[in-house]
C-alpha cells in the first residue's frame, strides 16, 4: 500500500473494533481507497487450515487451464469465488506513526470487497497422475536403450506442478500406482519386468533356500544384483509384494502370498479385457502359482469379471486400479462394461470411491438407477 | 504451476484487520464523482443498553443500527504480488497473507431516515 497523504494518522481496525460505549469515531475513505484488485479475502474453513496457512504450508497448484486448488500439507481444496450484494468495506489495521504516536479517533476505509473466495474440501485430482506416469513405463535395460532423453519423465517437483493435489495425497496416489523413484523420476514399471523380477526372487529363493516368509533384503538385492537387476526396482519389488518385518539388524521380507497369486492370475488372462473360460484359466494358474499357496478366487475381487456364454463360465481381466478415480467417470467405464450390475459384482467396484461430503450411498443415488423386483431379489444397478 | 502462500506474519502476529458491512450502497453526491479519498462516510456510535452493545452508523440523513459479529469462519486478506524481474521462481505471480479478519460490525436493519438536516456530504442509497 502506498503511504498516507498528508498528516492524517488513523486508529485503523484497532480504533474501530475497540470503540466503547458512549464513544463515536468518523468512518471515511482512506486517503488510498480504491478497488486494489490485488487484496483478496479468504475465508478459512477451520484452525487446521488457518494454522497451515499463517505457518506458510499453503500452496495453490494447477495449470493455467484447470481451476486452481489450494493445497495444504495433507488436504485439497476447491477454490469457489463468492459475490456478495452487501457493502463490505475493509479496513487495514493502524499504520503506526512514529512522529504521532497518538491515533486520531478516525477510521480509514480502503477497499469495498465485491466477496470472498471460499475453500471447498474436494478430491484430489489424482487421475491425471497415472496419465503422465504411463507415458514411459520403465523397462529393465532401458538404460541400454538410445533414447537418453527426459521427455515423458517427471521429478517430484514436475508432478507438484501439475497434480492437483496436496503432498500427501499425492505421495498415497503414486504407492497406489506403485510408482518407484528412479534416477530422481517417478515411474511405474512396466508389467513385464515386474513379472521378470519377480519370478527372478521367486527362482532364486527355491535355488539358495530362502524362505519367502522372511527373505533377508541384502541377499536378495546383492543376488539380484549380479545378475544384472537394478537394486531400487528389486527393493520396489519386495515392497510391492511384501511386507518388512525390521528384525535385529538385518530387514527381512515377508512376500504376502495373496499378492503374488493375484499377479499371476493377471499374467495368466493378460491385460484388461483378456479372458478365457473358467477351467482353462485356474489350471494354468494352478501351474504359476508356488505349491502351498492357497489361490481361491476370491482374492481376484475386484480384479476380474465372470461372464457365462452358452454353457460355459469365462473369466475377464478387469481391474479396478486401472479404473479412473472421480465417480462420474467411473460408473461412465462400468456401465460400459457392464449395462446391468448386481450388488455383489459392483461393490468392489466401488468400494474405493471417496468423495468429500457424500457417502457410499450417496454415490449410488447420484450415478446409478436402482431396481429391486421385490423384498427377496437382489438390487440391480444400471446407468442413471 | 505451483503458487506459494507465503505469511511472514506467522501464527501470533497476523495483523488484524476488520470490516464494516452494510446492505445497500453508499453513493457520493454526483459533484464529487470520483473523487473520494479522503472523504467522510459517517459516523459511528457505540452505546450499550442492558447486556449487549450497539453500534449506530449514520451516513447522511440515514441511521443504520448493528451489533459486533465474530466471524464463524476467518478471512485472511491476501496480496497479489507481481514477481520482478529475474527472481528465483518462474511464476508471474506470488501470494502472501497480510491481515486476519475475525471481526465485523455489520448493519443488518433497514435505516432509519433522520428527520433533522445535518451536513450532507454523503448520502446513503438502499435497495
Given at each position: 500500500m502506498a503511504t498516507n497523504k498528508g498528516d492524517i494518522n488513523d486508529g485503523g481496525a484497532e480504533s474501530f473494533l475497540t470503540l466503547g460505549p458512549d464513544n463515536s469515531v468518523t468512518v471515511r475513505y482512506h486517503p488510498d481507497f480504491g478497488p486494489h484488485s490485488d487484496l483478496i479475502l479468504l475465508e478459512v474453513p477451520d484452525d487446521s487450515v488457518l494454522n497451515d496457512l499463517l505457518r506458510g504450508r499453503v500452496t495453490i497448484r494447477g495449470q493455467f487451464d484447470e481451476d486452481a486448488v489450494l493445497c495444504t500439507p495433507s488436504s485439497t481444496y476447491a477454490m469457489k469465488f463468492v459475490g456478495t450484494s452487501n457493502s463490505v468495506f475493509l479496513i487495514p489495521p493502524r499504520k503506526p506513526n512514529l512522529s504521532d504516536p497518538q491515533p486520531n479517533p478516525l477510521v480509514s476505509v480502503l477497499k469495498l470487497a465485491p466477496g470472498n473466495v471460499e475453500l471447498v474440501l474436494t478430491a484430489p485430482r489424482l487421475d491425471k497422475l497415472r496419465f503422465l506416469l504411463m507415458q514411459r513405463l520403465y523397462k529393465i535395460d532401458e538404460e541400454d536403450e538410445e533414447d537418453c532423453s527426459s521427455e515423458g519423465l517427471y521429478t517430484w517437483h514436475d508432478l507438484i506442478c501439475s497434480i492437483q493435489a496436496s503432498d500427501e495425497e499425492l505421495r498415497e496416489g503414486l504407492k497406489f500406482l506403485s510408482a518407484v523413484e528412479i534416477n530422481g523420476f517417478w515411474r511405474i514399471v512396466h508389467p513385464k519386468s515386474v513379472n521378470m523380477i519377480l519370478t527372478m526372487v521367486l527362482t532364486n529363493s527355491v535355488l539358495h533356500d530362502w524362505s519367502l516368509d522372511a527373505l533377508v533384503e541384502e541377499e536378495v538385492l546383492s543376488v539380484l544384483e549380479s545378475?544384472?537387476?537394478?537394486?531400487?526396482i528389486v527393493k520396489h519389488c519386495l515392497e510391492t509384494f511384501g511386507t518388512k518385518n525390521e528384525n535385529d539388524n538385518s530387514k527381512l521380507w515377508g512376500l504376502d502370498k495373496k499378492r503374488i497369486a493375484v499377479h499371476f492370475a493377471k499374467q495368466v488372462l493378460g491385460?484388461?479385457?483378456g479372458k478365457m473360460r473358467l477351467e482353462i484359466f485356474i489350471e494354468k494358474w494352478m501351474r504359476n502359482?508356488?505349491?502351498?499357496?492357497?489361490?481361491?478366487?476370491?482374492?481376484l475381487e475386484g480384479e476380474v469379471l465372470y461372464e457365462t456364454i452358452g454353457a460355459e463360465t469365462w473369466i475377464k481381466a478387469f481391474s479396478v486400479a486401472d479404473l479412473p478415480l472421480t465417480p462420474d467417470a467411473r460408473f461412465s467405464v462400468l456401465f460400459k462394461e457392464r449395462a446391468k450390475w448386481a450388488w455383489k459384482d459392483l461393490e468392489p467396484y466401488v468400494?474405493?470411491?471417496r468423495v468429500p461430503g457424500i457417502s457410499s450411498e450417496g454415490l449410488l443415488i447420484k450415478y446409478t438407477r436402482r431396481v429391486q423386483p421385490n423384498a427377496d431379489a437382489e438390487?440391480?444397478?444400471?446407468?442413471r | 504451476m505451483e503458487i506459494k502462500v507465503k505469511c511472514n506474519c506467522g501464527v501470533e502476529n497476523c495483523s488484524e484487520w476488520a470490516i464494516l458491512e452494510l446492505?445497500?450502497?453508499?453513493e457520493s453526491q454526483p459533484s464529487i464523482a470520483n473523487q473520494i479519498q479522503g472523504l467522510e462516510i459517517g459516523r459511528l456510535c457505540c452505546s450499550s443498553s442492558s447486556s449487549q452493545v450497539n453500534y449506530t452508523f449514520t451516513v447522511g440523513y440515514h441511521e443504520l443500527s448493528g451489533t459486533k459479529v465474530s466471524l464463524k469462519k476467518p478471512l485472511l486478506v491476501l496480496k497479489k504480488n507481481k514477481q520482478e524481474e529475474g527472481s528465483v521462481s518462474n511464476n508471474e505471480v506470488d501470494l502472501e497473507v497480510i491481515g486476519i479478519i475475525r471481526h465485523k460490525i455489520l448493519f443488518k436493519n433497514r435505516p432509519k431516515a433522520i428527520?433533522?438536516?445535518p451536513q450532507v456530504k454523503d448520502k446513503k442509497a438502499s435497495d
Open positions: 545378475d544384472g537387476f537394478n537394486t531400487t491385460s484388461n479385457g502359482v508356488q505349491k502351498g499357496t492357497p489361490f481361491d478366487l476370491n482374492m468400494r474405493d470411491l438390487p440391480i444397478f444400471s446407468a | 446492505q445497500g450502497v453508499v428527520i433533522s438536516r
